[in-house]
């Protein structure tokens, strides 16, 4: 069965960086594009970043460009979202997602993680 | 951006009454080479991820009550719960994935009148 699993979250001071894991079984990985939604405190969905099922196009919330870095190993069958810069805007839990299609950019999202809780707090 | 508006923003409904919740996107999420509507509706309990209920505007998903029907092409957009069940108490999403800058509605809470 298709199983995702966010790791990486915690309590962070602002201004400084974190890396987000998502571990994936039960799939085809390496032919799937993934992405990254977040969902701050009693606050509704928002979608952060996504990846092509080869790496090769990554995708990014205008609002988040520049400080959002996403990657995958297929090797590992791992998606990583790098965040740096965190401010208070960001305590959220992140969760990891997997496109319904395969090899298709414009795809809902079949699978979800548990997700990860990231705070950032001083 | 494509703004997506969800209405109303909370709903209360009697068990086994309908429920409607709608969604409109700010742009046309209709894809003309293959009439296809880049839509999706979620439902997303306490504690819970959201799961997918409909894709494509109006599929349903594997294993999804058929009481779930998502209708509407172009802008507009419905789901419709023919028939509350308790276990349908949750916050109903919209997303559009008609361009790779995703974006979903604000959510519709849903509760039992």
């Known amino acids: 069965q298709v199983q995702l699993v966010e790791s990486g979250g915690g309590v962070v001071q602002p201004g400084r960086s974190l890396r987000l894991s998502c571990a994936a079984s039960?799939?085809?990985?390496?032919?799937?594009?993934m992405h990254w939604v977040r969902q701050a405190p009693g606050r509704g969905l928002e979608w952060v970043a996504g990846?092509?099922?080869?790496?090769?196009?990554?995708y990014f919330a205008d609002s988040l460009k520049g400080r959002f870095t996403i990657s995958r190993d297929n090797s590992k069958n791992t998606v990583y979202l790098q965040v740096n810069s965190l401010g208070a805007e960001d305590t959220a839990v992140y969760y990891c997602?997997?496109?319904?299609?395969?090899?298709?950019?414009?795809?809902?999202?079949?699978?979800w993680g548990q997700g990860t809780l990231v705070t950032v707090s001083s | 951006d494509i703004v997506m508006t969800q209405s109303p923003d909370s709903l209360a409904v009697s068990l086994g009454e309908r429920a409607t919740i709608n969604c409109k996107s700010s742009q046309t999420i209709l894809y003309n080479s293959n009439e296809m509507n880049y839509l999706g509706w979620y439902q997303q309990k306490p504690g819970q991820p959201p799961k997918l209920l409909v894709s494509w505007a109006s599929t349903r998903e594997s294993g999804v009550p058929d009481r779930f029907t998502g209708s509407g092409s172009g802008t507009d957009f419905t789901l419709t719960i023919s028939s509350l069940q308790a276990e349908d108490v949750a916050v109903y999403y919209c997303q559009q994935y008609y361009n790779t800058l995703i974006t979903f509605g604000q959510g519709t809470r849903l509760e039992i009148k």
């Open positions: 990846i092509s099922f080869d790496g090769s196009t990554k």
């Open positions: 997602a997997k496109a319904l299609g395969s090899n298709g950019d414009y795809e809902p999202f079949d699978y």
């Open positions: 039960g799939f085809r990985f390496s032919t799937y594009g």
